[in-house]
């Protein structure tokens, strides 16, 4: 089985390691070829108004100046192209990509260009328990669980057009209790925080945060399977048609 891995954190990130030696206890063939630096929130983007440098830093290890998308159309595309991979793994994250936060995920957009490519993909990425943990964020859970969560998936065929969404609690590996198929949630979006600082020039700036995730009714997605200490793993489709409101459209153009 050919695997190519990637992920929006960049070539150097931890995760990418946890994520590469996840994937050899499935096979020898892997690929390696993700963004040269952090690329996190950039989602589904695509790099067209600059070109994109690919650098070979190992047998078939590689990083992209561009986005996780950027990576993975250089691997189908290019690197690949002869003999395509059987499988997109993506990851793994630094931090949840839960809910619907995952439009801005360039950990999961990875993903979906693997789907779209006609390739199984799954995104995979460890919650950790509270801001600016930096390099320090602990990818235990991810380790001592991804090859459990991981094994029943890469057996399955996956429909046209989907892929599958993973979250590993911040939580020990000993004390995740188990794993959820469970939905993709919904928040509220007053969730984002604005943060402004003004320069030494006295010129004012901002970052971007996230303010903590918000439940949702029933008790039944990806935000509370992780806030209660299982692994969530959720499938997602590419097709964003809302086909309920297909019928009253329709009758306003007859």
Known sequence: MRILLTNDDGIN???LKVLEELARRFSDDIWVVAPAEEQSGTGHSLTLSRPIRLRKLGEQRYCVTGTPTDSVMMAVGHL?????PDLVLSGVNRGANLADDITYSGTVSAAMEGALAGV????LSQVYAREGMGDTVPFDAALAWGERVLTPLIKMN????TLVNINFPALPADQV?????VAQGFHDYGRA???????PRGYDYFWFGLRPMVQTPGHETDIEAVTDGYISVTPLQLDLTHRDSMTGLEQLYR
Request: glycine share 8%; net charge positive; charged share 40%.
């Open 13 to 15: 990130a931890a995760g």
């Open 80 to 84: 690949m192209r002869e003999i395509k």
């Open 120 to 123: 199984r993909a799954i995104a």
């Open 158 to 161: 996956f429909a046209p057009r």
């Open 177 to 181: 209790k188990g794993i959820r198929v």
């Open 193 to 199: 925080r604005i943060d402004q600082r003004t320069d």
